[in-house]
């Protein structure tokens, strides 16, 4: 085991013990790729690390072993190209099993990981490529991302290498044919212009951009050492067995869930690399290799709620675990009655680990989100600044930066030393989500900042609104948002998407109107409702509600 290397303790005998007393040690080199691939080669060398397969029925195994000689390889072969420490390189591999080959081979160089989606335009490429001044640029053989790479590649004068994962492509370098070339070893970089330590740069993630251009958000290598908590005691990862989280490589979830804490913990990670989410093909994967622990975003739960769950044998999995969007009571009540498990809320964000969840010590309460990690001094502050008293919203803080910086919490906006002196500068650091606290200490999502309506004097919150609303069989999502009104300033409403048998009437608004009038306080429900065939959102899968309500106004 590899845990007891870096905390002091790791078994604790209730939620106030676990908060008051866990401890994370970082030692001052510390590096992904040697400290937890490579060590874990050389104790267990058949220790199994992933499990992968995808729609076409392909499917292949790695230990640790491999993992660490396939990334040395690629080690060298990047090296080979001009890769080094401080380059930055982008991946869009979707969920290739090469992903985690190649993110281990940057960190090993100490070169910056940039993950990228496959949704990635043009546009997005020319932003990000001249933002981040991106060196390398690695991508699964799919054809509209390589339409759009050679688009943009133009505009961005850093890039010096296109290579393709997949079949090969005219003018990309084909990374099988070349990465496998090379030795499989590579020595721990000792000179000072090489190796790593553990508050250089690593990773940089960009935002989903849902109020304005993605910010680069900057971790260094110690970040994967915060996803101990993540794993081990909110999805609660079981050494030697497969966990499932379903998440794409371009995003943070993909971090959260799919490489850093799993790894640490010993735990298997599995993969189903498909193209389109179909729920019945998901839950027939959980059935079929009998997965151990599983974390997908609360639409997936949704989606899958829609299909025959009880025809599907998912009783291997111990624990059930969501992030990403907040988790209607509905879907929590629907889920734990078909399989007679919970679903763990977690809430966090690209800037650090799970900063809230329910963890194992706690029963979860339908709708909220849980306790605060021990990694994070957070409270829920007041818009006078005093601390919120039980059902008082506050707003989410991370104190004390000056007197203890977590593991695991970003380290600043990458390229841009002012941004990050102004949010992280006065030792708080507050992300602009609103929460209630509960007598019990349980936290309860309200919104964001921005998203919180107010309305003839209330304040409201579109969280509470929305799931009485998903609660209704006709509504598979919904997005609550402000709109404008002559006589109250504002008003709910609610932009919805309609199960399948159900059409847009006004019988129907009037009843899920009637319907919200009575599971809420009445003065909640949405005075305006509009159905739409889908949502706007963003490329890592959130509601853009900001373009929603923005758009409110401007047509009124």
């Avoid at 845990?3 to 005998?13: A, K, Q």
């Avoid at 970082?26 to 691939?37: A, K, L, R, S």
């Avoid at 392909?58 to 080690?75: G, Y």
């Avoid at 990000?128 to 690695?138: D, K, P, V, Y």
Wanted: net charge neutral; aromatic share 12%; glycine share 8%.
């Amino acid at each position: 085991m590899l845990l007891d290397r870096f905390l002091p303790r790791i078994d604790f005998d209730s939620y106030e013990d676990f908060k008051e007393n866990y401890r994370v040690n970082v030692p001052e080199n510390f590096n992904f790729g040697f400290d937890i691939v490579d060590e874990w080669a050389k104790q267990e060398p058949q220790k199994k690390a992933l499990v992968w397969c995808n729609d076409n029925g392909d499917k292949k195994e790695f230990t640790f072993t491999d993992i660490s000689k396939l990334s040395n390889q690629t080690a060298n072969y990047f090296k080979s190209i001009g890769i080094k420490k401080g380059s930055v390189v982008m991946l869009i591999l979707r969920r290739r099993w090469e992903y985690w080959i190649c993110a281990t081979a940057i960190h090993k160089i100490g070169a910056i990981l940039i993950p990228g989606s496959l949704q990635l335009s043009k546009k997005d490429l020319i932003y990000r490529g001249n933002s981040a001044n991106i060196h390398t640029i690695i991508c699964v053989d799919d054809p509209y991302v390589i339409e759009q790479v050679e688009a943009a590649e133009k505009d961005v004068a850093s890039i010096k290498n296109k290579i393709i994962v997949g079949e090969k492509h005219n003018g990309w370098r084909c990374f099988s044919d070349e990465a496998y070339t090379f030795s499989d070893e590579f020595p721990r970089p000792v000179k000072a212009d090489e190796a790593t330590k553990a508050d250089d740069i690593a990773l940089v993630y960009f935002t989903s951009g849902t109020t304005g251009n993605p910010k680069m958000v900057q971790h260094n290598h110690s970040h994967p050492l915060g996803h101990i908590v993540t794993a081990k005691y909110w999805q609660q990862v079981q050494e030697n067995k497969l966990h499932m989280s379903v998440s794409d490589s371009g995003w943070a979830k993909f971090g959260w869930g799919k490489i850093y804490g799993q790894w640490i913990c010993g735990a298997v990670i599995f993969c189903y690399d498909f193209k389109k989410f179909v729920p019945t093909k998901l839950l027939k994967v959980i059935e079929d290799y009998k997965i151990t622990t599983f974390c997908a975003p609360p639409t997936m739960y949704r989606f899958m709620l829609q299909e025959d769950v009880a025809s599907y044998d998912v009783s291997s999995v111990q624990n059930f675990a969501t992030a990403g969007e907040p988790l209607n009571p509905e879907v929590y009540n629907q889920w734990k009655r078909l399989t007679g498990k919970e679903i763990r809320e977690g809430f966090g964000q690209t800037e650090g680990s799970v900063l809230i969840a329910n963890f194992p010590w706690l029963t979860p309460k339908p709708g909220s989100t849980g306790k605060p990690s021990p990694l994070y001094d957070i409270h829920l502050i007041t818009e006078d600044g005093n601390e919120a008293m039980p059902h008082e919203t506050g707003s989410l803080t991370i104190c004390n930066l000056n007197r203890y910086y977590p593991t695991g919490l970003f380290t600043g906006y990458y390229k841009n030393p002012e941004m990050s002196a102004l949010i992280l500068g006065g030792g708080e650091y507050c992300p602009h989500d609103v929460f209630k606290p509960d007598e019990d200490g349980y936290y309860w999502f309200v919104g964001r900042n921005d998203d919180v309506i107010k309305c003839s004097g209330y304040r409201i919150g579109p969280f509470e609104v929305e799931s009485a609303l998903v609660a209704h069989p006709a509504v598979i999502e919904c997005a609550i948002t402000a709109a404008p009104d002559p006589i109250r300033g504002n008003v709910v409403k609610a932009t919805i998407v309609l199960a399948n048998g159900y059409k847009p009437s006004d019988a129907l608004t009037r009843e899920l109107q009637n319907f919200v009038k009575k599971n809420t306080a009445p003065y909640k429900y949405p005075r305006i409702i509009e159905y739409v065939d889908e949502l706007p959102k963003t490329l890592g899968g959130k509601i853009k509600r900001a373009l929603i309500r923005k758009e409110n106004f401007e047509n009124k």
